[in-house]
Nanobody, 126 residues
């Protein structure tokens, strides 16, 4: 059973940065497709970025050039570096994983993933 545990959320002013972490337990990170999603109150969960096991990434247009996904296989941890944060980035951020090394469909769709973390809150003030 794979477990995902996010951390690193917090409150920051617009223009600031945060780095989210997702620790993976129960299996090796390097064989999975991984993703970051976010959800604001009253809104659907939306894909932020997806990454195949070979490192191929797909970013949402809203975060391109500002957010960067990475992973440290030795630490079995996924990261999301978020720069130039905007108030509209405020949301609960979730880490997601799928046992397939490559997602053939859209890696920004939530139903492509079968493991989820509990989320970490990011709040950006203007």
């Amino acid at each position: 059973l794979v477990q995902l545990v996010e951390s690193g959320g917090g409150s920051v002013q617009a223009g600031g940065s945060l780095r989210l972490s997702c620790a993976v337990y129960g299996d090796a990170l390097g064989t999975y497709s991984m993703g970051w999603f976010r959800q604001s109150p009253g809104m659907q969960r939306e894909g932020v970025v997806g990454m195949d096991s070979d490192g191929t990434t797909t970013y949402a247009d809203s975060v391109k050039g500002r957010f960067t996904i990475s992973q440290d296989n030795a630490k079995n941890t996924l990261y999301l570096q978020m720069n130039s944060l905007k108030p509209e980035d405020t949301a609960m951020y979730y880490c997601a994983a799928d046992f397939r090394p490559k997602i053939r469909g859209n890696p920004l769709l939530r139903y492509e993933y079968n493991y989820w973390g509990q989320g970490t809150q990011v709040t950006v003030s203007s």
